[in-house]
Every structure is written in structure tokens, then in C-alpha cells.
DNA sequence: CGGTTCGTGTAGCAAGCGCTACAACCGTGT
DNA sequence: ACACGGTTGTAGCGCTTGCTACACGAACCG
């Protein structure tokens, strides 16, 4: 009945390859299905329906996210304006934009109302903090870290809009 | 042929409400039509398509919101730790929070590559910007300004995920 | 060998989408 | 009185959405 979980992580890789691609908003459920080379039928077969798919795929492109993270990690600890600096600089990166673009997509479902979104959004965003503070050489680790954060989704969401002189400015001269 | 210019403004009220309370994913055309008092087909008499209807309610809700926040401006020019925790309680204001919801989505829409939304992000953005920094008291306006303006954008995006707790930790003691 | 369950393709549903063709209204100018 | 142009309703187009009913081969279990 409920047991065809192998099967799903065959071509969860491919369905967020796609999300990654084209974005939530172009993720229905037939131009996945093509990407994954499968039908729109059998996705349903695997998922429930189409929420408990979404999840999956975004549960997936998190874990992809951290292991990508891990790899931009620094050597070692840094003080705040100097991890902030980096950050910025890692998330502007073309391997990090798909998952910001997914991510925004996910606040702004989050907001809207998807309290499925709002689960996996916070998910990610925890994770996301931690994984920053444990980077974090500071006196006041949770206060620095929750202001990088800030800082981070702040520029995410401004390069969004063509505002990234903005973020370059912010930064040049404090953090 | 293109002279309804005062017919949309009778409606262009009516349509930002509908889109303030419900948010764009759920404004298409039908449903506009509805909180207008009218009908999908009058909509598209006044608009050439939904791409132009949309841009002109945007911009009539960015209007609003310069009006709303001239209200919410300070008496005087702030330092930038005092402004921007002013600022940050008033963005998460039930009377604001509609606005920064639809600016999440425009945002969202804009990194997946609606131009149209980029600009008019981008428009209201730097009006926000711009607003900010005249109220600001800093001996280096331009930087802090895009600092502020990081941060709140920061907020709106950490909010939207549940992650409010986080924006009040990093007001806590710096800016 | 028979029956039952698993897996999958085909086809289609009802609803919603942006948009449009067509006809009818209505007030005005001649 | 009549024609005409701006305005509006009705109806529907073609398409996409999530989802499902049904049929049929394969595989397994008795």
C-alpha cells in the first residue's frame, strides 16, 4: 500500500534537478514526471498526491543544500564581518542561486498561507543558523549569528529584485 | 481604443485589496473580477492583458504603502540602531504585513525570471531604500541605509518562514 | 495451474486559466 | 429616425491543473 519508498528516491534526483531548473511555480506535475522519465501517473503512485511530493523533492534539494554548504565551509572560525563577506559572496554563486531562487519560492508560498511550506521553509532555515553559528568565532554566538542570518536572507531576497549594489554596498565598509 | 484611463482607477482599488488579502497566486483574472464588481471580460476592456493589470495594481499598492509608511515615519532623523528596530516593529504590523507578503511574492516571481515583476520589485525597493535613509542620522548615510534596508528585507523573508524569533534576537543588543 | 496482488499505460474527468468572437446594448450626433 | 461608436454580457475556445477509473501484463503464492 504505503511501501514504495526506494522507488521514490530513484527519481527524487531528477525531480529536483528540475525544481532546481525551472523553479516551483513550473514544477506541475507532467513537466516533472518528463524530467523524471516517468509519467504523471506513476508520481502519484509513488506520492500520495502532489504536497507530499513537494515536500520530498524539498526535503531532498536541503540535504543536497547542506552537503554543498559543507563544502563552502571555512577552514576555520571567523569573525562575524569576515564570515558575513563570505557567506555573501558563497550564496551569490551560481551553484548556490537555484536553491535561493527555491527557497524564496518556498517563503513566499510560507507566507501566503502553505503551512507545508512553513514546515520545510523553517526546516531549512534552522539548519541554515546552525550551520552558520558552528562557522561563527564570537563572544555572542547566538546574536551574531541570528544578525547573519538576517543579513544573508536580506541579500537573497534584494539580488532578487536587482538590488544587489545594495547588499555590495551594506557590506563594504561594516557588517 | 486605449483611453480607459479613468475606469481603471475606480477599480484599481478594489483589485489591490483583493490582492493585498489574498495574494497574487490566488488573483486571477475571475476572482478579480469578482472583488471588483465586475467581470473577466471588463477587466481585459481596462487592460490590455493580466501582465499589465498586475503591473498597474502593483504600482497602485506601492503607492499605498508610501502613503502608510509616510504615516509610520519617525518625527526626526534616527541613528541607525534606533531606526531599524523602529522599522522592524512597524513592518511586522498587521497593517503592513499584507504589503511585505506581496513583496515576497513579487520578489519570488522576480528571481524565477518575470521581468515585468523585477521592475516593479526593484521600483518599490529603492523607494523603500530612499525613504530609509532620509530617515536616517549617520555620518554615512549610503552605507547604513543599505545595511537597514538588508536587515529588514532579512526580516520580512525570516518572518515569512517562522523564524521571527531569530529578527528579534539579532535587535537584541547590536544593529 | 489458478488467483491475487503489484505495477503501469491509456484515457479522461472537472475545474481553472488567460483570452476572444459575437452580439447586443446605450447615448449621442446628424 | 437612424446610424454609429463606446461599452458590456454571453459563451466558449484551447490549454493546463491535480487527480482517477479502468484495463492489462507480470509476478508471486497457494
Redesign the pocket.
Known amino acids: 500500500?504505503t511501501i514504495?519508498e526506494d522507488?521514490r528516491a530513484l527519481i527524487l534526483d531528477k525531480l529536483a534537478d528540475h525544481v532546481l531548473a525551472n523553479g516551483l511555480s513550473a514544477s506541475?506535475?507532467?513537466?516533472l514526471a518528463k524530467a523524471a522519465g516517468?509519467?504523471?501517473?506513476?508520481l502519484?503512485?509513488y506520492f500520495a498526491?502532489?504536497?507530499e511530493l513537494v515536500a520530498a523533492v524539498l526535503q531532498h534539494i536541503a540535504h543536497r543544500m547542506v552537503t554543498l554548504m559543507e563544502g563552502a565551509a571555512a577552514p576555520e572560525p571567523l569573525p562575524y564581518d569576515a564570515l558575513l563577506s563570505r557567506l555573501s559572496a558563497a550564496l551569490s554563486d551560481p551553484g548556490f542561486a537555484p536553491f535561493m531562487r527555491v527557497f524564496l519560492e518556498v517563503a513566499s508560498g510560507s507566507a501566503n498561507g502553505d503551512a507545508s511550506l512553513a514546515r520545510i521553509g523553517e526546516t531549512i532555515g534552522r539548519g541554515f543558523l546552525d550551520w552558520g553559528k558552528a562557522q561563527l568565532k564570537s563572544d555572542m554566538p547566538e546574536e551574531d549569528a541570528a544578525r547573519l542570518m538576517v543579513m544573508l536572507e536580506g541579500t537573497v531576497f534584494l539580488r532578487a529584485i536587482g538590488m544587489g549594489d545594495v547588499c555590495e554596498r551594506a557590506l563594504r565598509l561594516k557588517g
Open positions: 500500500m514504495p522507488k506541475s506535475l507532467r513537466p516517468t509519467s504523471d501517473r506513476m502519484l503512485y498526491d502532489k504536497g
